[in-house]
């Protein structure tokens, strides 16, 4: 029987590869004011931790305005992308509180291992895969009861301030443990594992020392 941990990093890791792909159009900047609508109301209903969702929607909000008074602003865009990169370090370091380190389940890369995305769908999707709504619901079960999701003024969290910090922004440089998806990851079913890089060979690195001691003796 899988444990609720496990349970909530598969459902964390569907939720966060979803926010991903949506992070992807947005970063084109050609998603009208009614399909961000579309996606604001996806999210009203499709966010597992809604304690961390207000940011997220705030921005959103402001970028449909934006839009629809015409004066919007490619940063406007770039905005909702980085609250999606905040959205999900929060998410993860909640999962770390509640459940304490979940690395034993995670390879190198930080998906977890196939034998237990296996067993859940064996377990749980046998005939059909459950909707977007029955994971988020799942996983809301799971978590810690959250605050209210209505939209609220938008507060620098302490994990905002440290990603503002990055100079890759919007793009955010992983901490440890955080579930992240390449584009290569969106093409991977969830019930096979990716393909492991071959490690840097190490073929022109010298020894300092013998070299001074060869030195030496000529």
């Known amino acids: 029987m899988l444990s609720d941990l496990t349970i909530a990093l598969i459902l964390t890791q569907r939720e966060q590869q979803r926010l991903n792909t949506q992070a992807k159009r947005l970063s084109r900047y050609n998603l009208d004011d009614v399909q961000l609508t579309a996606l604001r109301q996806r999210w009203l209903s499709g966010l597992g931790y809604r304690q961390y969702a207000p940011a997220l929607l705030a921005s959103l909000d402001h970028l449909i305005e934006q839009l629809q008074r015409g004066e919007y602003h490619l940063e406007d865009y770039d905005e909702v992308v980085f609250q999606i990169s905040a959205y999900n370090h929060s998410s993860w370091a909640l999962l770390r509180q509640t459940w304490g380190s979940p690395s034993r389940y995670l390879d190198r890369w930080g998906k977890i291992y196939p034998e237990y995305r296996y067993a859940f769908e064996q377990a749980y999707e046998a005939n ?56 290569d990851d969106l093409l991977i079913p969830d019930n096979k594992p990716g393909k492991e890089e071959k490690p840097a060979s190490n073929s022109k690195v010298v020894d300092l020392n013998a070299y001074r001691k060869r030195r030496r003796r000529e």
């Open 128 to 183: 059909t895969k459950l909707s977007v709504t029955d994971q988020v619901a799942w996983l809301q079960q799971l978590l810690p009861t959250p605050t209210d999701m209505q939209t609220s003024p938008r507060k620098l969290s302490e994990v905002e301030k440290r990603l503002r910090q990055c100079q890759s922004y919007p793009e955010v440089e992983p901490e440890e443990d955080v579930l992240s998806f390449s584009d």
